[in-house]
């Protein structure tokens, strides 16, 4: 004969009450951590005076406590906001790096100059470069877009061109494919004297550096995709009546188009590291330029900004393109993630 007392149920409930706010605590938990990073990183910049003469340590001192306010009253509702919620506490570790990262900065250079000045300037040294220098910044990036879009998309335009010739066609390939394996390895920046005496202006030269750096990867990469088409499905379309140019364009096109993407990608990081360089050599603007100038100054803070627009602005072509390719390839959605 069993027995029950109320005991036991004071024991189950106590149980469960201390099991749910462990885990509500558990739950809190990064959002406080990360909370108290950013706080801390306020308080590093208020510690003690800076051994330089920089403008901008108060106001990233109440930036930086107003993230942390912000990340506190997000972490404790997180379970309420949904999927914002669901992304902050999937964050929360890096918001914890980065608030701890900028702490040990700000101390090992504003604070006790632990690394050598100016190769090394404090986050609020870069801050003072996007409220006062913004103008020839943002100038310098609009610049560089401009540049790198330009030869990009006809570097891609012609590679994406030869490669469906190339692998449509074995006559074309007859000619093309000698001259791709001459030219196509050698490293885009190699043509820089030639380039700059044929073209009439930096500008050209650049550009038609930066479409050389595109094109190899486009190519080949298109070529291996058309070639690598079973020929099943142009036997099933021929039998259906179709052309040769229905063959090209709804055919091979199509199914060589994960392996265009692949190109894309390639070509865009070959055309960006062509650019800095195009740009320090030879074009009078942009972001590469930007680098140069700031380098010749000494003004490391200024070429730590630059960068950081730079890898923005990579980053963000490369979302786009990947953006792009999950639009048009729906079937490879989430294979490859940026």
């Not at 003072?128 to 103008?135: G, I, K, N, S, W």
């Not at 791709?180 to 009439?200: C, D, E, K």
């Not at 094109?215 to 088409?229: D, I, K, Q, R």
Request: proline residues 5%; aromatic residues 12%; glycine residues 10%.
């Amino acid at each position: 004969m069993s027995t029950f007392s109320l005991s036991d149920t004071t024991t189950a409930g106590g149980l469960e009450r201390g099991t749910g706010l462990a885990d509500r605590l558990r739950e809190l938990a990064p959002g406080i951590a990360a909370a108290l990073a950013w706080a801390l990183f306020g308080a590093s910049c208020l510690v003690r005076e800076d051994v330089g003469d920089w403008s901008r340590t108060t106001d990233l001192a109440v930036a930086a406590f107003v993230i942390a306010a912000l990340v506190l009253v997000a972490g404790l509702t997180a379970s309420r906001l949904g999927r914002a919620g669901a992304a902050l506490r999937k964050r929360s570790p890096w918001l914890i790096a980065v608030g701890v990262f900028l702490s040990a900065w700000e101390l090992a250079t504003a604070k006790f100059a632990w690394l050598p000045l100016p190769f090394f300037p404090p986050p609020q040294a870069i801050i003072e470069v996007y409220t006062d220098d913004l103008p020839k910044l943002l100038d310098s990036a609009w610049a560089s877009v401009k540049l790198q879009l330009g030869g990009y998309v006809i570097g891609a335009a012609i590679g994406f061109v030869t490669g469906v010739s190339i692998g449509w066609s074995t006559r074309i390939g007859y000619w093309v494919h000698p001259v791709l394996r001459v030219i196509g390895p050698l490293p885009a920046t190699a043509w820089l004297p030639i380039a700059f005496f044929t073209f009439p202006t930096s500008w050209s030269a650049s550009t038609f550096l930066i479409a050389l750096a595109t094109g190899f990867p486009v190519t080949v990469l298109t070529w291996s995709g058309v070639a690598s088409v079973p020929t099943a499905y142009y036997d099933v379309a021929r039998t259906l009546g179709a052309k040769p140019w229905f063959l090209v364009l709804k055919v091979a096109i199509p199914a060589a188009l994960p392996h265009v993407f692949v190109g894309l990608f390639m070509g865009l990081g070959a055309s960006f590291a062509v650019l800095v360089v195009a740009e320090m050599i030879g074009v009078k603007a942009g972001l590469g330029w930007y680098l140069q100038w700031a380098q010749g100054w000494a003004a490391y803070a200024n070429m730590y900004a630059a960068l950081l627009v730079m890898s923005l602005l990579c980053s963000g072509a490369i979302t786009l393109l990947f953006k792009t390719r999950d639009r048009v390839l729906v079937w490879q959605k989430g294979v490859v993630k940026w």
